[in-house]
């Protein structure tokens, strides 16, 4: 069993939609990730978190430390919110474990 | 500013060539780290520097080396390449070390093609 899960891998939605991406994992952590990653390959951090909630514009992203569980949510989803997200925690030693990402394509 | 940049974008090698992959982190930032992203997974940690010393090194073979420069700058070298290294190398940079869990800041990557 891989030390993050993503659900689904794969998803595809009509433009407007409600958006939710969950992640698992079964380490200790100190921080978790959530990471957009368009073709070609470059990533962008959109959020950094440790507990509670956090927003930024369409984008919601909730951690449950109990229940080592995450969610990204995107609100009134639009095609170019189409791409890769990614979870990854901070392990122990400082590294990132990453999830295998969920590949999101948002028609229009 | 400029943000972390990651030279050459592409390059392609034959098995058992070398290779140095380079990275220059945003102007301020002290540590560096280095992924491996295979074609259709998620990335794979090799190794964290943080002022010029390596902080975490993941599972990875001998075959991997990498230092961290004064100016914080790093490089990547892969000795004796196999096929299997082809990938998309990934270099983020944080303010502080990953322990301190510091936001991080990918460059675009480079992509290794080994034939």
């Known amino acids: 069993k891989n030390e993050v899960e993503q659900s689904p891998q794969n998803l595809t939605a009509q433009e407007g939609e409600f958006i939710t991406i969950n992640c698992s994992y079964s380490?200790?952590?100190?921080?978790l990730h959530w990471l957009q990653q368009h073709p070609g390959g470059g990533i962008v951090s959109l959020f950094m978190?440790?507990?509670g909630k956090k927003k930024h514009g369409r984008l919601i992203a909730t951690i449950n430390i109990q229940e080592k569980h995450s969610s990204l949510h995107i609100t009134a989803s639009h095609p170019r919110d189409s791409a890769v997200y990614i979870c990854?925690?901070?392990?122990?030693?400082?590294?990132?474990?990453f999830g295998k990402g969920t590949k999101l394509s948002v028609k229009p | 500013d400029a943000g972390v940049t990651q030279s050459p974008t592409h390059l392609i090698k034959t098995r058992g060539q070398h290779v140095t992959l380079r990275c220059s982190p945003i102007?301020?930032?002290?540590?560096v780290s280095w992924y491996q992203q295979v074609l259709g997974q998620g990335p794979q940690f090799i190794f964290q520097?943080?002022?010029?010393?390596?902080?975490g090194r993941g599972n990875f073979p001998d075959r991997f080396s990498a230092r961290q420069f004064p100016n914080y700058s790093s490089e990547l070298n892969v000795n004796a390449l196999l096929l299997g290294d082809s990938a998309l190398y990934l270099c983020?940079?944080?303010?502080?070390?990953?322990?301190?869990?510091?936001?991080?800041?990918f460059g675009n990557g480079t992509r290794l093609t080994v034939t």
């Open positions: 983020a940079s944080s303010l502080w070390s990953q322990r301190h869990n510091s936001p991080l800041h």
């Open positions: 978190l440790s507990s």
């Open positions: 102007s301020g930032h002290k540590s």
């Open positions: 520097y943080y002022e010029k010393e390596e902080r």
């Open positions: 990854a925690v901070g392990g122990s030693q400082g590294n990132l474990i």
């Open positions: 380490v200790g952590i100190s921080a």
